[in-house]
């Protein structure tokens, strides 16, 4: 992963220190179809609980 690439939930799995991400990808969706408006209307499904 790009080491720009920040992730402030410590209890994902792909935390690493520095709040960087080390997934090999991520993967972002939106709540409202194929466009958000807003960060709130779109989650991160890279998420996996540690």
């Known amino acids: 992963m790009a080491d720009d690439v920040l992730c402030e939930v410590e209890n994902c799995h792909y935390w690493a220190k520095g ?24 989650d991160c499904q890279t998420f996996q609980h540690k």
Do not use: L, P, W
């Open 19 to 42: 709040n960087r991400c080390s997934a090999d990808q991520i993967y972002v969706v939106s709540h409202t179809g194929k466009k958000a408006e807003t960060e709130q209307e779109t």
